[in-house]
T-cell receptor, first 114, second 113 residues
Framework: ETGVTQSPTHLIKTRGQQVTLRCSSQSGHNTVSWYQQALGQGPQFIFQYYREEENGRGNFPPRFSGLQFPNYSSELNVNALELDDSALYLC???FGGGEQETQYFGPGTRLLVL | QQQVKQSPQSLIVQKGGISIINCAYENTAFDYFPWYQQFPGKGPALLIAIRPDVSEKKEGRFTISFNKSAKQFSLHIMDSQPGDSATYFCAAHGGTSYGKLTFGQGTILTVHP
């Protein structure tokens, strides 16, 4: 069984640029959630994708967008990067589209915005 | 009302001691309460989880105690080991955003040998 994988592991961008982060869900899982974890904080929910549709969204602006593909992998896109976007971005996969299911996290992508 | 409050922020325990981390919530719509362990540079790993219709769950050295009326839950780590040194997060599932996990602020646990 393959766990959740994310790419790239680290990324450096400058303010105003755009970034795309990728996530492959765990085998058998059809739901992907994205979280932002600032240094020293708990993860904050960005949104969840289930069957290629956004299935819930946290308090993040529209410049944070996502996609889920037929193989259940997912992308997180962030436009017009701001310094405060510097964080660890975590992807979590699960099965069930938001029910009381366990979410399994990947190792994250560390984004630094200069 | 969407917050999950976690305490303490940091905890130092001697090897073999008991580590206790507490969390409190307000939203009664939360329906599932997992605990995650995170090592530096890694993603959170699920440790143990509980549903609100159960008052206690034990897995090995890890126990969750859940008090629904007080809207509080806690993680107990028995016989704490240096390898348990990590950041621990409580979380709550559901609430106003379907599928969402709301996390506490985290507790940095250090177990001295």
């Amino acid at each position: 069984e393959t766990g959740v994988t994310q790419s790239p592991t680290h990324l450096i961008k400058t303010r105003g640029q755009q970034v795309t982060l990728r996530c492959s869900s765990q085998s058998g899982h059809n739901t992907v959630s994205w979280y932002q974890q600032a240094l020293g904080q708990g993860p904050q929910f960005i949104f969840q994708y289930y069957r290629e549709e956004e299935n819930g969204r946290g308090n993040f602006p529209p410049r944070f967008s996502g996609l889920q593909f037929p193989n259940y992998s997912s992308e997180l896109n962030v436009n017009a990067l701001e310094l405060d976007d510097s964080a660890l971005y975590l992807c979590a996969s699960s099965f069930g589209g938001g029910e009381q299911e366990t979410q399994y996290f990947g190792p994250g992508t560390r984004l630094l915005v200069l | 009302q969407q917050q999950v409050k976690q305490s303490p922020q940091s905890l130092i325990v001697q090897k073999g001691g008991i580590s206790i981390i507490n969390c409190a919530y307000e939203n009664t719509a939360f329906d599932y309460f997992p605990w995650y362990q995170q090592f530096p540079g890694k993603g959170p790993a699920l440790l143990i989880a509980i549903r609100p219709d159960v008052s206690e769950k034990k897995e090995g050295r890890f126990t969750i105690s859940f008090n629904k009326s007080a809207k509080q839950f806690s993680l107990h780590i028995m016989d704490s080991q240096p390898g348990d040194s990590a950041t621990y997060f409580c979380a709550a599932h559901g609430g106003t955003s379907y599928g969402k996990l709301t996390f506490g602020q985290g507790t940095i646990l250090t177990v001295h040998p």
